[in-house]
């Protein structure tokens, strides 16, 4: 028998999402340490391949769950760029992936001062 809770909006959870919310947990723990010692955080969304994002589904819903649950904003790149170019496979990017992405951070960073 597997170890289920009750949410609201959910019918049930299995113990691989109760893990999931755990890990929540300590994220939104992580973030309020480095709020008190001045230390920016941004979380974010990396691209991903049009060929592997059709298969994710409820997107913007999960984003602004986790978002609420860690009381921070999470920073949708998603669909910063999409062309065959910028990955090495279906779900990461190669070095000018990693590059066109570190400066669409540094582009958040800068709005957020």
């Not at 009750?6 to 480095?34: N, R, V």
């Not at 997107?59 to 669909?79: A, F, G, K, R, V």
């Not at 999409?82 to 279906?90: G, N, P, Q």
Request: glycine content about 2%; proline content about 4%; overall charge neutral.
């Amino acid at each position: 028998m597997k170890a289920s809770i009750m949410l609201p909006k959910y019918k049930s959870i299995t113990a691989g999402l109760i893990a999931f919310f755990i890990e929540i947990a300590h994220l939104k723990k992580f973030i309020q340490s480095c709020n008190e010692m001045d230390i920016e955080v941004i979380c974010y969304l990396a691209p991903y391949h049009p060929l592997y994002k059709h298969k994710m589904q409820n997107l913007d819903e999960i984003i602004q769950m986790i978002s609420s649950q860690i009381q921070h904003p999470i920073i949708d790149l998603s669909n910063e760029f999409s062309e065959d170019e910028y990955f090495a496979d279906r779900v990461h990017t190669n070095v000018k992936g990693a590059k066109a992405l570190s400066n669409a951070l540094l582009k958040v960073s800068l709005r957020g001062r």
